[in-house]
Structures are given as structure tokens and as C-alpha cells.
Nanobody
Framework: VQLQASGGGLVQAGGSLRLSCAASGMPFSNYAMAWFRQAPGKEREFVAGVGRSGATTYYADFVQGRFTIERDNTKNTVYLQMNSLKPEDTANYYC???????????????WGKGTLVTVSS
């Protein structure tokens, strides 16, 4: 199983980025997918999740309508569109897959490597 995240980079505050995570080696549509992030010196935290069909989505409170998660099961890919970025959004962003409905770190079955997002003020 491989989850390959991409799309991170350096952006100014107020800007946008679109992260992608391509999955392989797994029946993609059988898994709910999520994005987490981890800033230096902080614990990994949930950002957004999407159900198996893409019809249901879940967001952390701090997203406040700025981010959108979606998936394309024909491309085995999950996306995170991030708008109105803030310096506090700076972190490594990880995609993950889960069987269940828990969005906890411990509930994830597979993890990808992170993609770094840096938001300058």
C-alpha cells in the first residue's frame, strides 16, 4: 500500500494550495480517507475526512470553511483544497486511510509521507 501526497509548498498568507494524495495497492473506495497535519513540536491533528463514496465530509473546527476535502474514486486520489491560508496552517500534511468512522490518529490504517505546507506572513 502506498499513499503519495503532493502539492505542498510555500505560500503567502491568504493564498491557496491544493494537496493531492494518490493511493495504490489498496481497494481505494473501501476506505474512508483523511488529512492530518503536524506542526513542529506539536502533536499530529485531524484536519478533514471524507467517506468512502465522497458524499460525507468532516472537518476540524479550525478549518472554519477554508478547506475542502474531496475524492475521485476513479483516480484513487483524495484532495485537500486549502484557501485563505494562515501562518498557523504551516505544517506537514499527511493523508491517511481508515476502515471505520473514527478520525483519530490511532484509527488510521495506512499513512502517507507528509507534504510540507509553509505559509508566510
Amino acid at each position: 500500500v502506498q499513499l503519495q501526497a503532493s502539492g505542498g509548498g510555500l505560500v503567502q498568507a491568504g493564498g491557496s494550495l491544493r494537496l493531492s494524495c494518490a493511493a495504490s495497492g489498496m481497494p481505494f473506495s473501501n476506505y474512508a480517507m483523511a488529512w492530518f497535519r503536524q506542526a513542529p513540536g506539536k502533536e499530529r491533528e485531524f484536519v478533514a475526512g471524507v467517506g468512502r463514496s465522497g458524499a460525507t465530509t468532516y472537518y476540524a473546527d479550525f478549518v472554519q470553511g477554508r478547506f475542502t476535502i474531496e475524492r475521485d474514486n476513479t483516480k484513487n486520489t483524495v484532495y485537500l483544497q486549502m484557501n485563505s491560508l494562515k501562518p498557523e496552517d504551516t505544517a506537514n500534511y499527511y493523508c491517511a486511510a481508515t476502515w471505520g468512522s473514527s478520525w483519530s490518529v490511532g484509527g488510521m490504517v495506512y499513512w502517507g509521507k507528509g507534504t510540507l505546507v509553509t505559509v508566510s506572513s
